[in-house]
């Protein structure tokens, strides 16, 4: 009823298909933990390497293990409950950003053989039963991992709240106000998707996207279907929904001492640093998904076999990974003004109006047009939205002109009655 | 059975949630049992097959309208505990508890007169109204953008109008700012600033 695609739903319901389910929520959770500890590690070591330094070298090989150390470490120490700060929402808030991004891993597709066009793609067989290798594929995929970044938003507030604190209720409200300004383009940047695949539903985007492709030479994957400017607006307002540098204003250490998570200490720190590095895996994991295909490579390259999902998949998330430490390697951090305009005058807006355009190529598309009248309409679309842009120019420049005429009023008048 | 289990849990988590919302003393952890709820009813429209909705519940209610909840509730700084040892008016909570039950048992009767019209399902013959040949997205999205294309269309303008107002009526341009703003405007056009307001400054 819930998972309604997944093969192994098909026939009954018993003590087999529980064990799987089972199995593979546990190999989900084994997995990002150790993909954090992985993540958090190479984060350390691929920095030092940026900035001409060794890193961790110490513990395990190549330092593998300082992680592991640091997770020890902070396990041990003092816990600590400030006495201002309002106890119940304190210790709730940590769980309520880690269990968002333990969900959101839940509906990506990480592997399985999506070349196959007998219409079993991705389904791979554990003991006698075909399934998918995902833990759960409810039919509004995208709009659960949407819901689930909207949730990821209380942690961050409570925890600046909860903690009976001035530095901290700052930091959270930045990233609350961070957070929701991007999710409004992180959604319609998902929309462009949604519109050219029309489904919701995680398996069936990777399935559109495997096979031949274009000519087969490019790949069928979403970031050439819609455009490459839907792709970029993601990954901006994805990092920023991460409030990874150059979007960390939320625990700005020159301003805020630590943001939300100042009077943490101990193991509630840790998981909100757990719930952090994991958020990353996942968003890395659905771009992957919504625009490059997920675990379906590109049709020159086509050894049958699951595992061959699963390499495409990791390889593409490693990509990304690297590109989040990256960033953070070079990027100075964002001014506040700087953020909110980026995000409201211009990811929404360009995110709208090529969403805009696609459904309007979608509908031509329908209406069986050529390329001829397609051109048209993008030209004409262009014209459209020039002069739209140049007649908001227009009307910002005459409010401005009105208030010099406000301004010349109050000097020969003495006051303007609407601002005193 | 199983439906009638998570039906018995989907409506406790609601309930309780909405006893939690009225009862608790401190507006912030009112907004959290509010999600509860909000979550609870959204277990509700999965059982009932309308994934979509619960979707949008969790994002719409729970991602946006409580997170301006709780902005405003941190903002203005009433995330104190109210005092309930005193009385505001006096009377009001005998009266409250009679308007209270009163209401309660019409929306029960109301419920066990009317339910077989109400839900669309005949309750005896167990025949579903809705045929199963699109998804619920598809069949809200038609619904949307034909019968009721119209109030949809004039809503979305309704919230337009009303964010423009809010942004038009709250902004303020301290003088600092203005003074600002009009520099770069007597740069960039020197002819429109009357020459004695460029001399005042």
């Known amino acids: ?22 199995l593979k929520v546990v190999i989900a959770f084994a997995f990002l933990l150790f993909a954090v500890m992985f993540n958090i590690w190479f984060l350390r070591k691929v920095i030092s ?47 309520l950003s880690l269990i968002p991004a333990f969900l959101v891993f839940a509906i990506v597709p990480i592997g399985g053989d999506f070349n196959r066009a007998d219409g079993t793609a991705g389904e791979v067989s554990i003991f006698g039963h075909d399934t998918f290798l ?67 539903s995680m398996h069936e985007l990777v399935v559109l996207q495997s096979g031949q492709g274009f000519n087969a030479v490019v790949p069928g994957w979403n970031i050439f279907a819609t455009g490459f400017v839907p ?8 990092t920023a ?40 895996i996942t968003m890395a994991a659905i771009i992957v998904t919504l625009f490059l295909g997920g675990p379906s490579g590109p049709a020159f390259f086509f050894p049958a076999g699951w595992w061959i999902g699963l390499f495409w998949f990791f390889f593409k998330l490693m990509l990304f990974l690297f590109g989040f ?57 262009g014209l459209v939205s020039l002069v739209c842009v140049a007649l908001l120019f227009l009307a910002l420049r005459s409010a401005r002109l009105r208030r010099l005429a406000d301004l010349d009023q109050e000097l020969t008048e003495g006051s303007v009655p609407w601002r005193s | 059975m199983t439906e009638v289990i998570v039906f ?30 909000l979550f609870g009813v ?82 005896d013959g167990g025949e579903r109204a809705l045929d199963n040949q699109f998804t619920d997205v598809e069949r809200i999205g038609r619904v949307l953008f034909t019968d009721y294309a119209l109030s949809f269309e004039i809503t979305a303008a309704l919230l337009t109008i009303a964010v423009i107002g809010a942004v038009v009526l709250t902004r303020k341009l301290r003088r600092e700012e203005f003074l600002a703003d009009l520099e770069r405007v007597s740069m960039e056009l020197p002819a429109a600033v009357p020459d004695e307001i460029n001399e005042a400054h």
Not at chain 1, 1 to 22: R, T
Not at chain 1, 169 to 183: D, I, N
Not at chain 1, 231 to 238: N, Y
Not at chain 2, 8 to 35: D, E, Q, R, T, Y
């Open chain 1, 1 to 22: 009823m819930i998972v309604a695609a997944d093969p192994l739903f098909d026939g009954s319901f018993g003590l087999p298909e529980l064990g799987i389910v089972l």
């Open chain 1, 49 to 95: 390497d940026m900035q001409n330094r060794i890193g961790p070298n110490l513990a395990g090989p190549w330092g593998i293990l300082v992680t592991l150390a640091d997770g020890i470490k902070l396990f041990f120490k003092e816990d600590l409950v400030p006495e201002k700060s309002h106890r119940f929402v304190f210790k709730l808030a940590p769980y």
């Open chain 1, 134 to 200: 995902q833990v759960a594929d409810p039919p509004v995929g995208v709009l659960f991992f949407l819901a689930m970044s909207s949730l990821a938003i209380y942690g961050v507030m409570l925890a600046g709240w909860g903690s009976g604190s001035k530095y901290p209720l700052l930091g959270s409200v930045r990233a609350s106000a961070q957070m929701v300004s991007y999710e409004a383009a992180l959604g319609l940047s998902i929309a462009a998707v949604v519109l050219v695949s029309g489904t919701l």
């Open chain 1, 231 to 238: 792709f970029v607006v993601f990954l901006i307002a994805g």
């Open chain 1, 241 to 280: 929904e991460l409030n990874h540098p150059p979007f960390d204003l939320v625990e700005a250490e020159q301003e805020l001492v630590g943001g939300f998570h100042t009077e943490y200490s101990s193991i509630r720190f840790a998981l909100f640093f757990l719930a952090e590095f994991m958020n990353q």
């Open chain 1, 325 to 381: 430490v990256w960033l953070r390697a070079t990027l100075p951090r964002f001014r506040y003004d700087q953020l909110m305009d980026l995000g409201w005058k211009l990811l929404i807006p360009l995110s709208l109006m090529w969403f805009l355009v696609l459904a309007g190529i979608q509908v031509g598309r329908e209406l069986g047009w050529g390329s001829v009248e397609q051109t048209i309409f993008v030209l004409g679309f």
């Open chain 2, 8 to 37: 018995v849990v989907g409506a406790i988590i609601v309930l309780s949630g909405a006893v939690g919302v009225v009862a608790s003393p401190n507006p912030v952890h009112s907004a959290l049992f509010l999600i509860q709820t």
């Open chain 2, 42 to 123: 959204a277990v509700l429209f999965v059982l009932q097959e309308a994934h979509f909705l619960a979707a949008v519940q969790i994002i719409v209610y729970a991602g946006a309208i409580v997170i301006l909840f709780l902005f405003v509730i941190m903002l203005l700084g009433v995330d104190t505990a109210d005092n309930w040892s005193v009385e505001p008016i006096g009377g009001q909570r005998p009266l409250a508890v009679l308007v209270g039950a009163a209401l309660f048992g019409c929306g029960l009767a109301l419920l066990i007169v009317m339910s077989d019209k109400l839900t669309g399902i005949v309750r």
